[in-house]
């Protein structure tokens, strides 16, 4: 079995995130009500609407091996969000890091930088990834900024890319490719130290 084939708990000071199960559905629920992310049309936390189909597809993408949902957990063991690998090609060696929310408590905080180094510390030293993609919608300014702060770089935008809801979505799309991992990593050390997250 690799890294690939293998979910694993990762584990940091503010922030745990353990391979995600159906029993979180209540919790998530919860998370996501915190701010009315789920009025938010520019995200997939809208899915959470149908929480039993937003489940189903979460693990129907894992269950193919393409994805890889994490719950987010505080110190204290509360649930906070979720995010997850998706869109993973072993042959490539590529993966996406998305399908992410946080609830409003724990945004802007420290949560959602830990939470992607480790993340991409798992992807880049683990799993031996060449590239990380990041995507978000092209009205998501904050997620944009986010990603941004991260160290990610911006690739382009993919026009009229999918429909959700009756809509047509143009999607922001980021990478990290290997050669930049190590100043990336430095850059979320940083940040980390200096408690400047932001959910996204």
């Known amino acids: 079995m690799t890294a690939w084939d293998h979910q694993p708990t990762l584990v940091g000071q503010h922030v745990a995130?353990?391979?995600?199960?159906?029993?979180d559905r209540d919790a998530l629920i919860a998370a996501a009500a915190e701010g009315g992310l789920t009025d938010l049309f520019f995200t997939n936390v809208a899915g959470l609407n149908d929480p039993d189909a937003f489940m189903a597809a979460t693990f129907k993408e894992r269950d193919f091996g393409r994805a890889m949902p994490f719950a987010v957990e505080t110190p204290d063991g509360k649930l906070v969000g979720l995010t997850r690998y998706m869109r993973m090609s072993t042959p490539h060696k590529r993966l996406e890091i998305g399908g992410t929310f946080y609830a409003k408590s724990v945004q802007r905080s420290g949560v959602?930088?830990?939470?992607?180094?480790?993340?991409?510390?798992?992807?880049?030293?683990?799993?031996?990834?060449?590239?990380?993609?990041?995507?978000?919608?092209?009205?998501?300014?904050?997620?944009?900024?986010?990603?941004?702060?991260?160290?990610?770089?911006?690739?382009?935008?993919?026009?009229?890319?999918?429909?959700?809801?009756?809509?047509?979505?143009?999607?922001?799309?980021?990478?990290?490719?290997?050669?930049?991992?190590?100043?990336?990593?430095?850059?979320?050390?940083?940040?980390?130290?200096?408690h400047e997250g932001d959910g996204q």
């Not at 944009?144 to 959700?164: C, P, T, Y």
């Not at 009756?166 to 290997?178: E, K, Q």
């Open 112 to 194: 959602n930088t830990e939470a992607k180094l480790l993340l991409l510390t798992h992807a880049f030293e683990a799993m031996g990834c060449n590239v990380v993609q990041i995507r978000t919608d092209w009205f998501n300014k904050r997620s944009q900024a986010a990603i941004e702060r991260l160290g990610a770089k911006r690739d382009g935008v993919l026009r009229s890319h999918q429909v959700m809801d009756g809509r047509v979505r143009d999607l922001v799309v980021y990478s990290i490719i290997a050669s930049e991992w190590p100043g990336v990593r430095q850059n979320l050390h940083f940040l980390l130290s200096r």
């Open 17 to 23: 995130l353990r391979p995600l199960v159906h029993a």
